[in-house]
């Protein structure tokens, strides 16, 4: 299976990385969780990467579950300063 590049992934799900990025450097947040369905995992370390080189912030990926918004990990926030959940819908805020 051919890897995809960060452009085909965002084709594919409208990953908002200029929205994320700039919401990162507004916060001055280095160390990011990101949590994605199942469905998106295999692209994981592809985002993770492309948002850790356009902001040098270190990136780490929820393995477990994410049922959508409500689901954080309790606990995680001593451990990061931002969380970022992807989602296969939009979610209105």
Not at 2 to 26: A, F, M, P, R
Not at 28 to 35: D, E, T, W
Not at 36 to 63: H, N
Request: proline content about 3%; aromatic content about 10%.
């Amino acid at each position: 299976m051919k890897t995809k590049s960060i452009n085909e992934i965002n084709e594919i799900y409208d990953l908002e990385l200029d929205k994320i990025v700039g919401q990162i450097k507004k916060e001055g947040a280095k160390r990011i969780l990101l949590q994605f369905p199942d469905g998106m995992k295999p692209y994981a370390t592809i985002v993770c990467d492309e948002i850790s080189q356009r902001t040098g912030c270190e990136c780490f990926i929820w393995l477990e579950s994410c049922y959508g918004a409500c689901d954080i990990p309790s606990g995680i926030e001593k451990d990061v300063d931002l969380v970022v959940q992807f989602g296969h819908s939009a979610w209105k805020y």
